[in-house]
């Protein structure tokens, strides 16, 4: 008995400490499940049949959903330069990114939401959401996106095998304290 | 989820009749053992998540079972007055057995409506 309530509080703790809200699911459900066996040695196997079915399997299926209509990419595209001037080779590089991000997007079935600025990445880690920030500067551009985002492993694969450009493109991954866990 | 894994596709079928004979013993035994209408009910929405993730674009007739779901309503409210007000319940004990099993059945599929009203209407129809 014991060792099942301290079980359910691993658990829970697990499922509030992990980054992808994914596991956290996964952990929920193994803790609702817990639960169910903490009832029937209570000896309310009524309840624990109900917080079985409901508790692990609906509610856990209801969560997956409703993580995968998560469906808005927001996309960040900043650079020092005001103006990009039409048919340069910025433009260019702008444009084939974004084609490249679409058609990730396709894949996976999620909605790019494009944004310019010409604001600094601080300014934009700290008074937007987002999901991935783009900084082209003179020779590189940076691709800066949270461990924590769920398709940020995939994005980064896709582009690697995908975007090829003369410039370098580098990979940096942001630590925020934002928990938004999406 | 249009993507459908093969895990999913293979094993489902041979799982859910277990599951639904699994929840028609909740319902019919209710009354003795544990379970009963809403935990048999829970356990017999698993047919509709299950089909909706080996095939989830196969029709649904939402429409009608929100219209079965208010039938039942009506039923399960005529059925303990018609038992009460006509003395059945006095009058003939071997009655009991019966009546407890016809509740906790039409409670069952009641519950089995409302969470998959719930479940669709959540997966078809919301989003952002």
């Known amino acids: ?182 | 989820m249009t993507n459908n894994s093969e895990i999913m596709k293979r094993i489902m079928p041979l799982m859910y009749p277990l599951i639904i004979l699994f929840g028609i013993y909740l319902l019919m035994n209710g009354h003795m053992t544990p379970g009963g209408g809403f935990q048999g009910g829970a356990v017999l929405t698993s047919y509709f998540i299950i089909q909706y993730l080996i095939q989830p674009d196969k029709e649904m007739y939402l429409s009608r079972i929100i219209i079965l779901e208010k039938v039942l309503f009506l039923l399960i409210i005529l059925l303990p007055c018609v038992y009460l007000f006509y003395g059945l319940v006095n009058n003939y004990d071997i009655l009991k057995v019966y009546y407890m099993i016809l509740m906790n059945g039409l409670i069952g599929i009641k519950v089995f409506c409302g969470m998959t009203i719930i479940f669709f209407r959540f997966v078809l129809f919301e989003s952002r």
């Open chain 1, 1 to 182: 008995m014991t060792f099942f309530l301290l079980l359910l509080m691993v658990f829970a703790v697990l499922s509030l400490l992990t980054d992808k809200l994914i596991t956290a699911f996964v952990y929920l459900s193994v803790f609702s499940l817990l639960c169910s066996i903490c009832y029937l040695l209570y000896q309310a196997p009524d309840v624990a049949i109900a917080e079985a079915v409901i508790g692990s399997t609906i509610a856990t299926v209801l969560y997956l959903v409703a993580l995968k209509k998560y469906k808005i990419f927001r996309v960040y595209y900043t650079s020092k330069v005001k103006y990009i001037k039409k048919f340069s080779w910025m433009a260019d590089e702008r444009s084939r990114l974004e084609a490249a991000l679409q058609k990730f997007a396709k894949e996976k079935e999620l909605e790019v939401d494009m944004i310019f600025t010409t604001d600094t990445l601080e300014q934009i880690q700290l008074h937007y959401s987002y999901d991935l920030i783009i900084e082209s500067e003179d020779e590189t551009i940076r691709i800066n996106g949270e461990k924590s985002n769920y398709h940020y492993d995939e994005i980064i694969e896709y582009l690697n095998k995908n975007f090829k450009t003369i410039k370098s493109v580098r990979y940096a991954c942001l630590t925020s304290s934002e928990g938004d866990g999406t």
